[in-house]
């Protein structure tokens, strides 16, 4: 990915979350010499094996499995520093070295309990069907200057009356859901308390270390989290997470100028998953979906939810393309399927004798439209040893040229396996 002129590069799911960034930001972080999450929180789950190993990274950017690679963690992230540490913890624990190469927005938004109590306690959440971490109450409370800065650390005064103000409007909506459950500032400030020194000690202006490294030539990757479809502007609102999950918010959440970001792969399953609710117009049925869930193990790596499964939908990829800036793809799990008679692509959405072919801003449109299928032959062989797309068998190429053509984009990696070394580079093979 990295070249003399290509120097930053996005990584940012262009469905609905876990299309497999954690693997190919694991492969590209090799050439990397720094590694940032930008927005999202502990409701990302990237997941990466390395041999008989795996990990489920939260909050810690997926370089940090490559030593010497510097890690970073965005201004534009909401940062649970309770399950930070738990995190790094468990990596020491395995032998990666973390500390003195990672590093944290002094800028960063706080995850505080009283977060994650009213997610979890909020209809509206549940109706949404959130992970429960408490990004969308941190985020509210960011909008909203209410929010609790890595900063805000550093001075003790400061911190209580954030707390307490911030405890109070958590306990007012606690008392609007009808729960008897309440958040305490005395509390609150205890836990925080145990984890200040060590999260200032990894506090820096992360906006000034990269632009820095930047001017010195330095390889940046910016790890997004979730996907393109549950970006709080361009997503299925109001089923959607609440920061800008797209190739926009990688400038505003790391802090660098969007003029410093040179490329920008977009990542897709060979199909379609999402979890929790909203629409999903490719889903199979309850069969298929089951087999296919199967087959790639699709279950959340964050809340361990089944994953609803879906065919490839080039209309969502194509619209994810355009507002992303896509300048390639990367197709992971073709693997999963392998043992598939026949697959489709949705080209499409059809209401009467009209066929749409832009994504729609109002979900309800969705309720009236039928996806428009091509179906495919399935290749029916086996594609995990496959090294160049060469190595790929005549009717999955044909899958991967008719993807490639609907969504306009070309693709530069197939992921055929979890495993590290299961990948296709196009660039590299063509
Ligand atoms: P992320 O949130 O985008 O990083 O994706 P997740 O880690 O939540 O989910 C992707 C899952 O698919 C993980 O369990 C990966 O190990 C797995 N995975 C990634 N690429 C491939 C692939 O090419 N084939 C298969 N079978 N699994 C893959
Ligand atoms: P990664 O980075 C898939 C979904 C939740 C819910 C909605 C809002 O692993 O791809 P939130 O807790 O963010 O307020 O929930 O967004 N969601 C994800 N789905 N992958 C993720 O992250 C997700 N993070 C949030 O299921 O529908
Ligand atoms: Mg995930």
Redesign the pocket.
Known sequence: MFDSKTRTVVIV?AQ????G?GKLVDVLAERADWVVRYQ?GA????TVHIGDDSFVLHQIPSGILHPGVRCAIGNGVVLDPETLFTEIDELVGDGIDVEGRLYVSDRAHLVMPYHKLV?KESQA?RA??????G??PAYEDKAGRRGIRVVDLKHPERLQELVERGCEYANMRLARFGTAQRASAAETLEALGRVSDRLLALADDLGVLLHRAMKRGASVLMEG???SL?DVDHGTYP????SSTTVGGAAIGAGIAPTAIHAALGIVKAYTT?????PLPTELDAVLGDRVRRLGNEF????GRPRRCGWFDAVVVRYAARVNGLTGLAVTKLDVLDTLERVALCTGYRRGDDVLEEFPADIAALESLEPVYEWMDGWQVPTGDARTIADLPPAARAYLDRLESLVDTSIRYVSVGTRRDQIIDVGATA
């Not at 609905?16 to 299309?19: I, M, P, R, V």
């Not at 999402?274 to 909203?278: A, E, I, K, L, W």
């Open positions: 799911g609905w979350g876990d299309e960034k999202g409701n990302a789950g990237h997610d959440s949404i069907g959130t992970t429960g971490r990004i969308g989290a979730q996907g549950l089923f959607v997470t609440s999402r979890v929790g609710n909203g959340g790596a964050t809340t």
